[in-house]
């Protein structure tokens, strides 16, 4: 198949992107490479998928380009007969959405809005699209399940990505365009984020240096090894939408429609405190973090827990990397993209 993946420079799009080329799919990447974080970790993941594409020679094409300029995406459209669309560009960053909401509103709605409306127009035949567990906001009713209301967001990040489920809705009704959007549960692993915590805890601990735990360190989160993710995406876009003929709207599922549009948890239904996270990856580098405990912070969420049991039945497939494995992974690519000592 031909799959358009957006955000392909990015942490997750480029594991989707890797995994699409060596079952031999042609990929067409599309990434504005902003500096939000450090450029060179997106030109490097870049690097890579254009080296596999020598080896699959697959095809690999590579649009540099902002989602927000629908000149650029509606020219992408036209120039591929897409079977597909994995959408994964966004503004990341639940604390940056405080100081700089406007950057929300063009990555993730009006990117969005063209993202729907080059879709509907060329007759796609799926759009599944990244969403976030920060959406269930206020809701403390765990295991999180997307068969219950996710209306109380807590930053303006996870507004916009509720906004965009709401979004693809309205396209699902209207024009029968099948849409998936997939709330992903704190997602870590190789080349990841600068900005993360994983990232930013493993330069701290080499460096000496004390690392911030908020919340007093008591946060839980459903950390999720990003090829779990990779595979979950895969797979959801692989099985087009479909309405849900039992759909009774007196009695409304918030995860499903009578339209071709669904909602899915990406988790791995384990939820691991945060010191529990921190002694993972002191074990894995062999050293003892310098550790300071510090409030929970506006916007934050305390805990996490994905209910993946609708994922699991109906593309066959359920996260399982432990946190333990996960970080093991992670710390070996550090150390050997930063050198011995680890220290950017």
């Known amino acids: 198949m031909k799959v358009l993946v957006t955000g392909a420079a990015g942490f997750i799009g480029y594991h989707v992107a890797k995994r699409l080329l060596a079952r031999g799919d042609e990929v067409i990447g599309f990434d504005s490479v902003n500096a939000y974080y450090d450029p060179a970790i997106k030109e490097g993941r870049l690097s890579l998928l254009r080296e596999l594409n020598k080896t699959t020679n697959c095809g690999f094409h590579f649009i540099r380009a902002n989602l927000a300029d629908r000149a650029a995406v509606d020219s992408c459209f036209a120039d591929h007969a897409l079977d597909r669309v994995i959408h994964l560009a966004a503004q990341a960053g639940v604390r940056y959405s405080l100081e700089n909401p406007r950057a929300y509103v063009e990555s993730n709605i009006v990117a969005f809005t063209n993202m729907l409306e080059a879709c509907r127009s060329s007759r796609v035949g799926h759009l599944t699209y990244a969403s976030t567990s920060s959406v269930y906001g206020a809701n403390t009713d765990m295991p999180f399940s997307e068969h219950r ?25 209207l024009f029968g365009l099948p849409t998936t959007g997939l709330r992903f549960f704190t997602v870590y692993g190789p080349w990841g984020r600068p900005d993360m915590a994983l990232f930013l805890f493993t330069r701290s601990i080499l460096a000496g240096e004390p690392i911030k735990l908020f919340n007093n360190g008591n946060h839980t989160r459903d950390f999720t090894y990003v090829e779990d993710i990779a595979e979950g995406v895969i797979r959801a876009s692989d099985s087009p939408a479909a309405a849900n003929p039992a759909w009774d709207s007196s009695h409304p599922d918030p995860a499903t429609s009578s339209a071709p549009w669904r909602i899915f948890n990406i988790g791995n239904n384990n939820p691991v405190k945060l010191t529990a996270y921190v002694e993972a990856l002191e074990s894995a580098l062999g050293r003892k973090a310098v550790i300071e405990l510090l409030p929970l912070q506006a916007g934050d969420v305390p805990d996490t827990f994905a209910d993946t049991s609708a994922l699991e039945r109906s593309v066959g497939y359920r996260p399982a990397t432990s946190v333990t494995d996960g970080v093991g992974r992670f710390v070996d690519w550090y150390q050997a993209h930063f050198g011995a000592s680890g220290l950017l």
């Open 149 to 173: 209301p996710a209306d109380h967001p807590l930053q303006f990040y996870a507004a916009t990505k509720r906004a965009n489920e709401l979004m693809a809705h309205s396209y699902s009704h």
